[in-house]
């Protein structure tokens, strides 16, 4: 994998940082977004990659959403422009084959706050702040609004669709939008050791829950529990399990190798 201008990608082992370069503050171009699809796409043509962290890089904040001087020039064709563009590689970021964590080591804002929600986990510095902000122009948190709404319910997520209000990473933990806040060390710290643990765990295991917890989300409890049933079948079928429970008995440490 290969730097991008805008998006800097790098990797330890089976973990992938992808450091937002965009500063001050990562606004999101279409320049922006066309590197980042480039970098999730080399990500999942290589399945030996068993976590992505999101960071900020050495911009001030994670990301404080779309720039705004790009409107003018997308007016009349925004779907085409922008919004659609825009969905699809926010989708890829959510349906990337592996777990995904945004480290938050500053504002995540409008679409910065929508790239966030598209990782599996949110781990933000104590002093960081969220929130879909665009009524605040007039505009509209597209994607963010639908994830928002699944992670805390409709109420939660009126108030803030509607107010364009921020949450201070304690309260944004509270109502479920991040997962970890940190004090005594950044969020890109803590993400990066949380992806180190995940990437030692069983490869397919993970792929797999991936796959469920998207099930139960997007899809009727009925086709969710028949998807997990074949996705058992998978595993027990897998040489990790077999060589996860040899190393058990064993009591050795496993290595897993995904199939």
């Given at each position: 994998m290969t730097d991008q201008r805008l998006v800097h990608v790098t990797r330890l082992g089976a973990v992938v940082q992808i450091g937002l370069a965009n500063p001050p503050l990562n606004l999101v171009t279409k320049e922006f977004l066309e590197h980042l699809d480039e970098s999730l796409q080399e990500i999942e043509r290589d399945r030996s990659v068993r976590c992505v962290v999101l960071h900020q890089g050495a911009a001030r904040v994670f990301c404080a959403g779309s720039d705004m001087r790009e409107f003018e020039?997308?007016?009349?064709?925004?779907?085409?422009?922008?919004?659609l563009f825009e969905e699809y590689v926010t989708r890829r970021l959510a349906h990337i084959h592996c777990p995904t964590i945004a480290a938050l080591d500053g504002p995540a804002l409008g679409g910065g706050f929508e790239l966030a929600l598209a990782c599996d986990i949110r781990i933000a510095a104590h002093d960081a702040k969220v929130g879909l902000t665009e009524c605040h122009i007039g505009g509209l948190g597209g994607s963010g609004a639908v994830r928002l709404t699944q992670l805390v319910g409709p109420?939660?997520?009126?108030?803030?669709?509607f107010t364009g209000k921020t949450l201070s990473a304690p309260l944004a933990q509270a109502w479920g939008l991040i997962n970890e806040v940190t004090v005594d060390e950044s969020a890109k710290q803590r993400a990066l050791a949380m992806a180190s643990e995940i990437a030692q765990r069983g490869p397919l295991s993970n792929v797999?829950?991936?796959?469920?917890?998207?099930?139960?989300?997007?899809?009727?409890?009925?086709k969710a529990l028949s998807l997990a049933n074949e996705l058992q079948e998978k595993i027990f079928q897998s040489e990790d399990l077999q060589r996860g429970a040899k190393a058990f008995f064993d009591k050795t440490q496993v290595q897993f190798e995904g199939r």
């Amino acid at each position: 994998m290969t730097d991008q201008r805008l998006v800097h990608v790098t990797r330890l082992g089976a973990v992938v940082q992808i450091g937002l370069a965009n500063p001050p503050l990562n606004l999101v171009t279409k320049e922006f977004l066309e590197h980042l699809d480039e970098s999730l796409q080399e990500i999942e043509r290589d399945r030996s990659v068993r976590c992505v962290v999101l960071h900020q890089g050495a911009a001030r904040v994670f990301c404080a959403g779309s720039d705004m001087r790009e409107f003018e020039s997308v007016r009349k064709h925004a779907i085409d422009k922008k919004i659609l563009f825009e969905e699809y590689v926010t989708r890829r970021l959510a349906h990337i084959h592996c777990p995904t964590i945004a480290a938050l080591d500053g504002p995540a804002l409008g679409g910065g706050f929508e790239l966030a929600l598209a990782c599996d986990i949110r781990i933000a510095a104590h002093d960081a702040k969220v929130g879909l902000t665009e009524c605040h122009i007039g505009g509209l948190g597209g994607s963010g609004a639908v994830r928002l709404t699944q992670l805390v319910g409709p109420a939660r997520a009126s108030e803030l669709l509607f107010t364009g209000k921020t949450l201070s990473a304690p309260l944004a933990q509270a109502w479920g939008l991040i997962n970890e806040v940190t004090v005594d060390e950044s969020a890109k710290q803590r993400a990066l050791a949380m992806a180190s643990e995940i990437a030692q765990r069983g490869p397919l295991s993970n792929v797999f829950a991936k796959q469920l917890i998207a099930a139960a989300v997007d899809g009727p409890t009925s086709k969710a529990l028949s998807l997990a049933n074949e996705l058992q079948e998978k595993i027990f079928q897998s040489e990790d399990l077999q060589r996860g429970a040899k190393a058990f008995f064993d009591k050795t440490q496993v290595q897993f190798e995904g199939r």
